[in-house]
């Protein structure tokens, strides 16, 4: 035993983290700074082998102004309502840390030093849970995080994004995936090399740019180009284990967002999202869309409002990408102020207001929202179904699993959760440039 302090053992660890992490904290620390998580409705009730969410299409078409004509024997025009079940499948998503026993027997007896020394790094798997959450809500579901910028080849082991912000869902550590650019979408296989890993060593988010090398198995870290030169500047980057090739179809490895529910793009015949072919009614199956990036985003805004409310939505809020704020905001000259639903003063997002067709609509900017594209949502057609949402995992009684043939434990965190819409028409995308 060392001295000086008693060693944590399982039973003071697990109640550490008990009344470190009680319920519904792990959630808070992982929505933080996250506005579309944070204000998206949380209902964990995902049972069964997958979640059945109906959508109406239409109303029953029994109607007609000549009585004989709607209860006549042949062509009456009663049918019943048009509705459309999507049968959506949990993603799963992990993240862990590994924590040295020599450095808990050392702050065993000073509880001030093991609660920050500790709480920090697990602070930080839960954090790393949300950011990837908060991103893929907005995404396709494919688990790309960036785009070359497709100027020229990788440059060394340096590699330039086609939005410099992307950089942000980037970390140092990270190992990396890269996936092939076929007309703009990420296709195929990734490109995979056995025994060496891309990894990232170094982020500049002024240039937009990752530095990587290759962990060469048996040998010493290589600049990116050098062994792995299957990869161009014009491939769309994964964290490893995210990336799915068939995500049109199954969805099951990340969380499939707003990009894939309301695509820019409207479905085409054949359409198979969760099973349902959403051709037959593109706008109330896969919402509102408005593919002018030449305009003025507020312009936009103000014109998609106009359709929206044509249709019958009644949307209550606007996303945009921070830099989208800005430039919106300048332009109208608009009184911003500060929303401190749910927080305080010191913790709020920053909004202000359009007048559409379909009401006045407060903007607002999240960092999680892609740089080409905005949103105009209905917030309760939205929910993220889940059975479990950032949670240390505790299920089979340990708090934490002995790593074999290291003196460390391991620790868990994860979440099974994914986005549902349950009106898609009540909301809609716009581009900007």
Known sequence: MAAGGTALG?????????????????ETIMMRNHLFLERIQKQGDAYGIDIVIPVTVDNPSGRSADIATLLGATNSPIAPTTSRAFRVVLASDYAATYIDEL??????????????????EIDGILRALGNSMAHALYRAGDGTIARGDGAYSVAGNVITFLNRPDTKFAGLGMVLDFVPNVGGTPTGTARVVATQRAVVTAIDEDAGQLTCALDVTGAAVVALSTN??????????APVGDYNANFATTGAVKIR??????????????????GVDRSIH??????????????????????????????????????????????????????????TTGGDATYGFMRFYVATSAGI?????????????????????????????????????????????????????????????????????????
């Open 10 to 26: 399982t039973i003071q660890w697990a109640a550490f983290l008990k009344e470190l992490y009680p319920d519904g904290l792990p």
């Open 103 to 120: 450095t808990m027997r050392k702050a065993a007896n000073d509880r001030g030093a093991f609660v920050n020394a500790r709480q920090f």
């Open 228 to 237: 792995y030169t299957a990869v161009t500047n014009a491939d769309f980057i």
């Open 257 to 274: 967002g707003l990009a894939a529910w309301i695509p820019l793009t409207a479905p085409t015949g054949g359409d198979n999202f969760y």
């Open 282 to 339: 593109k706008t109330r199956l896969a919402g509102n869309r408005l593919n002018d990036p030449t305009a003025p985003a507020e312009d936009s805004i103000m014109a998609l409002g106009e359709v929206m409310k044509d249709r019958g939505a009644r949307p209550d809020i606007v996303l945009v990408s921070a830099r989208q704020f800005t430039k919106i905001s300048k332009r109208m000259n608009a009184k911003v102020e500060l929303d």
């Open 361 to 433: 609509l407060p903007v607002y900017a999240d960092s999680d929202c892609p740089e080409d594209r905005g949103y105009i949502l209905t917030m309760r057609t939205w929910a993220i179904k889940h059975l479990g949402l950032a949670e240390l995992v505790r299920g089979d009684g340990l708090s934490a699993l002995r790593r074999p043939g290291l003196d460390q434990i391991e620790i868990r965190a994860v979440y099974y959760a994914q986005l549902v819409c349950f009106a898609p028409g009540d909301n809609g995308v716009f581009a900007v440039s």
